[in-house]
């Protein structure tokens, strides 16, 4: 045999032996290593999380505790072979490649998955992942191991809807709408579209919210909510932003005219009966609408605008939307200027009070004056009351300013009585707006203002318009009964201009019927005003009320309406409203000498 087969023969002996030995401790490791796997199978079995491994290039799946049984209810028999994202639909929030990558970088990954059970219900986890490395450092397998958070997710959730949205209706709130409001500014512009906000805000909400209660005035708002998601479509947001102000936000319009197609849709939708309880309720809302402009819009300025306009709309007789444009703008910093000025304006004592006598129409008497409250604006000179009054009422300045009249007039009058002692006893007017009426503390402010002046009560008659007597009859007659219990006159001030019926007028325990000036200007050349004032007239006779013609402005009109029958009189034929110390000079010339201002 050659050497170099010998050689060769050698070669191959050797190798044989050290492949055996090879073999024979690769045998060897596996069995220590199923050992130990089995021995950490037991340990990993009793943990609460889900744990897996699946080979790192294939994908498929090793191991399966009973974690991860109970988690997703998949046996371990019916996975092991399988691939994680076939069993579990995985939703990553990063593309799978970019996780490998960090894995193959760092050797692990932390995030939030969301899979899918058995059963098809979602399930989300805390995941955590490491690479396996085998026996020569590399890396083989992936081990995974699944925290169920779901309902931490879902508190989660629940916390940042209930941060978002309104309790009370389900509506987005104003930080939310403020959010998408930005995204649509800034999509709107890419996209070459129009963004309209409509702010909306419900007509005299607060009547409904006081006569009815709180739990009607939430069920109203919760109708009101449905009624506007019906208007609007599915990618539009309604909002609340609170009390009874919403918002609406189109998107991708094309035209102004769609968002108006918006707004009369929602208006429409409001004038229908809501049904609240077991009674319907009729409600109307005053909407401002502003748009869009390419590149030149900012979101609050949008939502501002939108505001504005509906002022426009509340200004203007409410029950309609107005479209924003630059003039209201300027209009918007007067009314806040006038509204900061009112506010500090009882507090400087810039109130004035007028007073305007009442004639009787038989002799010419003053049996009467009215109290009249004026405001002495720096730098605007003597202020009306339809320039300030609206404001006052819409803010609630109302109810402060109304009292210190009340008292001034009733100093006022005690005063006169004391100087001017008369028969029939001098009677004091004052005027109780809708939210002074309304006033929970009015009866209080009433006896107060009486008990610090001495003036005996049957010397003050509270006026009130017919639509605020009408408004809550039963709230209003509960309230009338009260004061004319406590010897209080009251009147119906501008009668014939709201919408009262016979049925309700005999309820009202009052003394006095005015006839709106309205009427009172046709006498002479209207048949039809002078029809009217003679069946007023009529009517007090027969409900024995006492009528006062208000707006007289000539002797014509002042003797027709005598003629007709009416009591008492005012205006400018007699007198103009006046400081209290001018009405002192006539009531001091009267008392003297007797003087009759007989029409």
Not at 168 to 180: E, Y
Not at 250 to 267: H, K, P, Q, T
Request: overall charge negative; some cysteine.
């Amino acid at each position: 045999m050659s050497l170099p087969l010998l050689l060769v023969i050698l070669a191959a002996t050797i190798h044989l032996v050290w492949a055996r030995r090879r073999h024979v401790a690769a045998l060897r490791q596996a069995e220590r290593q199923a050992a130990r796997l089995a021995g950490q199978a037991e340990l990993l079995d009793l943990a609460h999380d889900a744990i897996l491994v699946w080979e790192l290039k294939s994908g498929a799946i090793l191991f399966w505790n009973r974690g991860a049984e109970e988690l997703y209810g998949w046996q371990k028999a019916e996975v092991l072979g399988s691939t994680p994202q076939a069993v579990l639909q995985t939703r990553f929030p990063i593309p799978l490649a970019d996780i490998n990558a960090e894995l193959v970088r760092s050797g692990r990954w932390d995030g939030e998955l969301e899979h899918t059970r058995r059963d098809g219900t979602p399930v989300v986890v805390a995941s955590r992942w490491a690479l396996k490395l085998d026996a020569s450092g590399k890396p083989s397998a992936v081990i995974g191991i699944n925290t169920d958070i779901s309902r931490r997710k879902q508190a989660e959730a629940a916390l940042e809807h209930q941060a978002l949205h309104d309790s009370l209706t389900g509506l987005p709130n104003r930080t939310l709408f403020r959010d998408r409001l930005q995204r649509a500014v800034a999509h709107a512009d890419r996209r070459k579209h129009l963004v309209a906000v409509l702010f909306l805000d419900l007509d005299n909400f607060k009547v409904i919210n006081d006569s009815l209660g709180h739990q009607a005035g939430d069920a109203l708002l919760v109708e009101v909510a449905d009624r506007l998601k019906s208007c609007v479509r599915a990618g539009d947001t309604v909002a609340r932003l609170g009390g009874d102000e919403f918002t609406i936000l189109l998107e991708e319009l094309d035209e102004e005219a769609e968002a108006s197609r918006a707004a009369e849709r929602i208006g429409e939708a409001l004038r229908g009966p809501l049904a609240i309880g077991d009674r319907d309720v009729f409600v109307s809302a005053s909407i401002g609408l502003a748009l869009s402009a390419p590149r030149r819009t900012h979101p609050d300025s949008l939502l501002r605008n939108a505001d504005i306009a509906m002022y426009r709309s509340k200004a203007t007789g409410k029950a309609r939307h107005s479209i924003f444009d630059s003039g209201m703008k300027q209009q918007a910093m007067e009314r806040l200027e006038l509204e900061t000025d009112l506010r500090q304006a009882l507090a400087l004592g810039q109130f004035r009070i007028h007073y305007q006598p009442i004639h009787s129409l038989a002799d010419g008497y003053i049996t009467e004056v009215e109290a009249l409250v004026r405001w002495e604006r720096p730098g605007h000179g003597l202020v009306y009351p339809g320039s300030f009054i609206p404001v006052a009422e819409e803010t609630g300045l109302i109810v402060p300013i109304g009292r210190w009249v009340l008292q001034q007039a009733c100093e006022q009058a005690a005063a006169w009585h004391a100087e001017f002692p008369s028969e029939p006893p001098l009677v004091m007017g004052v005027n109780l707006s809708a939210r002074q009426f309304q006033d929970p503390g009015l009866l209080g402010d009433i006896e107060r203002a009486l008990k610090a002046s001495g003036l005996d009560p049957h010397m003050l008659k509270l006026e009130i318009t017919e639509t605020v007597a009408l408004d809550d009859i039963n709230a209003t007659i509960a309230k009338l009964e009260a004061l004319k219990a406590a010897g209080i006159q009251l009147a119906i001030d501008d009668f014939g201009t709201g919408y009262s019926s016979l049925g309700y007028l005999k309820r009202l325990p009052v003394n006095t019927l005015k006839i709106d000036r309205s009427f009172v200007e046709g006498l002479g050349h209207d048949v039809q005003d002078a029809a009217i004032v003679q069946s007023v007239v009529a009517l007090a006779r027969t409900l024995e009320l006492s009528v006062v013609g208000e707006g007289i402005e000539s002797q014509a009109q002042a003797a027709q309406l005598r003629a007709l029958g009416c009591d008492r009189g005012q205006g400018y034929h007699f007198a103009r409203p006046q400081p209290a110390e001018q009405i002192g000079w006539l009531l001091r010339d009267q008392s003297r000498a007797g003087l009759r201002l007989v029409a």
